[in-house]
């Protein structure tokens, strides 16, 4: 009796100071990491680094061999003569969708370039460059946690990007069954940009009047036809233009760094509304499932295009991380102050390019923050941050869920891209107390 008084009286004198602390259970219906954020490597203003990646993802030159992030075979051909084809997206596109994603950056705007802190997550679940929601709006590892291929979506730029592109790829193979078919007089060729116009769409929802996002072109809500195009420079609203009309105008007009363009630009075409057969397949009264009459040739002049002359290997782009952690077993006391009453681990990546590390674990006293992060190798510059070059694990006790004033707790660190390896770090709890009343103290146990 006397052991339960003496953790009662101690959980009721830390309930104040802890009641504001997350925990996590296993029906969280959220984002994969809430209600933290994990860490996220920045890349050069430039965007130098993304660029290189999108080139290479474009053509399946990323991630080709892992299914969750190759770049699947491009189908092509009239609504009933489809056929599986090279997997192939057009660089200029995928870079301007991630701008009007992401302004192209994978951490949240008050990071450094060059430098590493909490990723960009968006109100609904988008994660970084391409602002990813298909699969990151639930954790989807064991025990209701984040799984490493959301650690890696989040927190690193290329499989971010790798995995929206595959999505935009999915989008367009989703013709004829979902969404309408775009260049009937061109076979529907993907190396022409302006077939991407349905995909694009689709990239963002597939959705017209009445739906809280309108994307359709002829919606009213857009004005009348011809409109301005979108100037791509921050001095228009975004709500004023379907979203294919945003992107479409940052192909154009590519943003500027150092007085350098981030893209070629390419002044793709859209959709003449003018044009009786354009505007019989695009008007709100033919918007009807599956979409079947929405089928429109390709607008014209029509940009042909090729893959990038130069593509960065994706051995250069990855690195080639290696897997390091500072202690194995750290100890924390709940009743100190400063240090004492947390733990810290560092991740070091002891060889190349960005690393993702994920840290989970079953005991819920143990919070760990952030859950995911990454650790920079020494060919990325990465200053200006205590996240940077290594990662930081900050571990802390919610003492109302200790089960004794004297605990232990496993962690598990691991990286999807670091080798593999696989780290249990043993966490010691000691959360004893004096109490200042007559003939009553804290018993060790």
């Given at each position: 009796?006397?052991?339960?008084?003496?953790?009662?009286?101690?959980?009721l004198?830390?309930?104040?100071?802890?009641?504001?602390?997350?925990?996590?259970?296993?029906?969280?219906?959220?984002?994969?990491?809430?209600?933290?954020?994990?860490?996220?490597?920045?890349g050069?203003?430039?965007r130098?680094?993304?660029?290189?990646?999108?080139?290479?993802?474009?053509?399946?030159?990323?991630?080709?061999?892992?299914?969750?992030?190759?770049?699947?075979n491009?189908?092509?051909?009239?609504r009933t003569?489809?056929?599986?084809?090279?997997?192939?997206?057009?660089?200029?596109?995928?870079?301007?969708?991630?701008?009007?994603?992401?302004?192209?950056?994978?951490a949240?705007?008050?990071?450094?370039?060059?430098?590493?802190?909490?990723?960009?997550?968006?109100?609904?679940?988008?994660?970084?460059?391409?602002?990813?929601?298909t699969?990151?709006?639930?954790?989807?590892?064991?025990?209701?946690?984040?799984?490493?291929?959301?650690?890696?979506?989040?927190?690193h730029?290329?499989?971010?990007?790798?995995?929206?592109?595959q999505?935009l790829?999915?989008?367009?193979?989703a013709?004829?069954?979902?969404?309408p078919?775009?260049?009937?007089?061109?076979?529907?060729?993907?190396?022409?940009?302006?077939?991407?116009?349905?995909?694009?769409?689709?990239?963002?929802?597939f959705?017209g009047?009445?739906?809280?996002?309108?994307?359709?072109?002829?919606?009213?809500?857009?004005?009348?036809w011809?409109?301005?195009?979108?100037?791509?420079d921050?001095?228009?609203?975004?709500?004023?233009?379907?979203?294919?009309?945003?992107?479409?105008?940052?192909?154009?007009?590519?943003?500027?760094?150092?007085?350098v363009?981030?893209?070629?630009?390419?002044?793709?075409?859209?959709?003449d509304?003018?044009?009786?057969?354009i505007?019989?397949?695009?008007?709100v009264?033919?918007?009807?499932?599956?979409?079947?009459?929405?089928?429109?040739?390709?607008?014209?002049?029509?940009?042909?295009?090729?893959?990038?002359?130069?593509?960065?290997?994706?051995?250069?782009?990855?690195?080639a991380?290696?897997?390091?952690?500072?202690?194995?077993?750290v100890?924390?006391?709940?009743?100190?102050?400063?240090?004492?009453?947390?733990?810290?681990?560092?991740?070091?990546?002891?060889?190349?390019?960005?690393?993702?590390?994920?840290?989970?674990s079953?005991?819920?006293?143990?919070?760990?923050?952030?859950?995911?992060?990454?650790?920079?190798?020494?060919?990325?510059?990465?200053?200006?941050?205590?996240?940077?070059?290594?990662?930081?694990?900050?571990?802390?006790?919610?003492?109302?869920?200790?089960p004794?004033?004297?605990?232990?707790?496993?962690?598990?660190?691991?990286?999807?891209?670091?080798?593999?390896?696989?780290v249990?770090?043993?966490?010691?709890?000691?959360?004893?107390?004096?109490?200042?009343?007559?003939?009553?103290?804290?018993?060790?146990?």
């Open positions: 009796m006397r052991k339960r008084a003496t953790v009662l009286l101690a959980t004198l830390l309930a104040t100071a802890v009641a504001l602390v997350p925990v996590r259970t296993s029906t969280v219906e959220a984002c994969a990491f809430d209600p933290w954020t994990p860490n996220a490597y920045e050069d203003a430039q130098r680094l993304y660029n290189s990646a999108i080139e290479a993802a474009s053509v399946n030159r990323l991630l080709p061999a892992d299914p969750f992030f190759a770049l699947p491009i189908e092509r051909g009239a003569s489809r056929t599986a084809g090279t997997p192939y997206i057009p660089a200029t596109l995928l870079k301007s969708i991630a701008w009007i994603e992401s302004t192209m950056t994978q949240a705007r008050a990071v450094a370039f060059e430098s590493a802190g909490p990723a960009q997550i968006s109100f609904d679940c988008g994660h970084g460059i391409m602002q990813v929601t699969g990151m709006t639930a954790p989807l590892g064991t025990d209701g946690l984040a799984s490493p291929r959301q650690a890696s979506i989040a927190t730029f290329a499989y971010n990007i790798a995995r929206g592109a999505i790829a999915e989008k367009w193979n013709a004829p069954e979902q969404i078919v775009a260049g009937i007089d061109t076979a529907s060729d993907p190396a022409i940009v302006e077939n991407w116009y349905f995909a694009t769409w689709a990239y963002n929802g959705t009047p009445g739906a809280t996002i309108s994307n359709h072109p002829s919606d009213p809500r857009f004005g009348a011809p409109r301005p195009g979108f100037a791509c921050g001095t228009q609203s975004r709500s004023r233009y379907p979203y294919q009309e945003l992107v479409w105008g940052c192909m154009a007009r590519p943003e500027t760094r150092a007085g363009q981030l893209w070629t630009p390419l002044a793709a075409t859209l959709p509304l003018s044009n009786p057969i505007a019989r397949a695009l008007s009264s033919n918007w009807t499932y599956p979409y079947s009459t929405m089928d429109i040739p390709t607008p014209q002049p029509a940009h042909q295009t090729t893959a990038p002359a130069t593509i960065l290997p994706a051995a250069q782009l990855l690195g991380p290696v897997f390091q952690t500072s202690a194995q077993r100890t924390i006391n709940v009743n100190a102050t400063g240090a004492a009453s947390k733990a810290t681990i560092r991740i070091h990546n002891g060889g190349t390019g960005v690393m993702t590390w994920i840290a989970t079953t005991d819920r006293f143990l919070v760990l923050s952030p859950p995911a992060g990454v650790a920079v190798g020494g060919d990325l510059k990465c200053t200006g941050s205590e996240s940077c070059p290594d990662g930081s694990l900050v571990i802390s006790v919610n003492p109302t869920l200790l004794a004033s004297r605990a232990s707790g496993t962690i598990r660190l691991s990286s999807p891209n670091g080798g593999g390896q696989v249990d770090i043993i966490v010691d709890v000691s959360a004893e107390f004096s109490i200042g009343a007559p003939g009553t103290s804290r018993a060790t146990q």
